[in-house]
């Protein structure tokens, strides 16, 4: 139901350094055309460098220290899929020390919270009349520029090498909502009432009303497995408490990558919210299955078709069309 079209998503540029004494410096720019304002998004800005056994990553960027990292060589798909996006999708900022012994690996971090925020099911970036009528919010852990949480969040993460190509992991996640979260959790204003894309306006019901709690903890296994074989698989399991919510995520990852030539990828994900569901999207529990295949025509250049099928738990069981084609042409030169 959206309009056929081209569009260039996004530019990206970045600058690398190799400094003194093994340290590394590296900035990163994103510039989205479609957005409204100048588009502009500081993916990452940080100083990388040796200390005792291990290194220190200090400033903002991808979270090397929680859960999988979904850069692409972890997430496959080009789109994220909700558990990403749920929980590890947005770069933080702060200071991150890994030690990497080759079978072990452990990370400890320090960083300015996440807020809690909203990211669409089935979006397509600056279609705003698309997305109001079939793209589903989910609650989502968010990196706000602007709107910075006052809190800090601590995060450690645990992974070793089991041998036969599996290597499994365990992190936690520990913080306090932002004051301003708490009460949009409550319902006082309506950031976390998004509009309801069956019923076309704000929902009228909050999360939970009657929340008073103010901690964030978030525990997280997950499981890859990649041998010399082409098979891949990886998987993810989250339980989050949120203020008094509590709830949960899972995705599995299958993909078939051959030295030469088109790869493949399917991943279902799911999120659990174990709360009643109501007229707010928030309360809604989701399941996505995306199909992935990746065509390269030359170094550095591919093109990667997916498609994803979404469904939600609605409180009216009505359903959303919300499942989304699209092709992606990427180049890195």
Request: hydrophobic residues 35%.
């Amino acid at each position: 139901d959206s309009n056929a079209q081209f569009r260039s998503e996004r530019v990206s540029v970045s600058a690398a350094a190799d400094l003194p004494d093994n340290a590394k410096g590296y900035v990163e720019v994103y510039y989205h055309p479609w957005a409204a304002a100048s588009g502009l998004y500081l993916e990452s800005a940080y100083y990388d460098t040796p200390v005792g056994s291990g290194r220190l990553r200090v400033g903002k960027g991808r979270n090397i220290t929680f859960g999988l990292t979904p850069s692409y060589g972890n997430r496959k798909t080009s789109n994220y899929g909700i558990v990403a996006e749920a929980f590890t999708q947005d770069r933080i900022q702060g200071a991150q020390y890994t030690v990497d012994s080759g079978r072990f690996n452990l990370g400890l971090g320090v960083e300015t919270g996440y807020r809690l925020g909203t990211r669409g099911i089935g979006e397509i970036p600056g279609d705003g009349t698309y997305v109001a009528a079939y793209s589903v919010p989910h609650l989502s852990f968010r990196d706000v520029p602007g709107s910075l949480s006052s809190t800090l969040q601590y995060n450690a993460r645990a992974s070793a090498n089991l041998g036969a190509g599996l290597r499994a992991g365990a992190s936690v996640l520990a913080g306090t909502v932002d004051d301003r979260d708490l009460a949009s959790l409550q319902g006082t204003d309506t950031a976390l009432r998004p509009r309801n894309p069956i019923t076309g306006t704000t929902p009228t019901t909050a999360i939970g009303p009657g929340f008073t709690g103010k901690g964030i903890l978030v525990s997280g296994l997950d499981l890859t497995y990649k041998r010399t074989s082409p098979l891949l698989l990886q998987g993810e399991l989250f339980d989050a408490s949120v203020s008094d919510l509590d709830y949960g995520a899972w995705s599995l990852t299958a993909g078939w990558e051959p030295p030469q030539g088109w790869k493949f990828y399917a991943r279902y994900g799911v999120q659990d919210m174990n709360i009643v569901p109501t007229n707010n999207p928030l309360t809604w529990d989701t399941r996505q299955v995306s199909l992935s295949a990746v065509q390269p025509l030359r170094k550095a250049l591919w093109l990667q078709y997916e498609y994803e099928i979404n469904s939600e738990e609605t409180d009216t069981g009505s359903k959303v069309a919300d499942n989304l084609f699209f092709v992606e042409l990427f180049s890195a030169f």
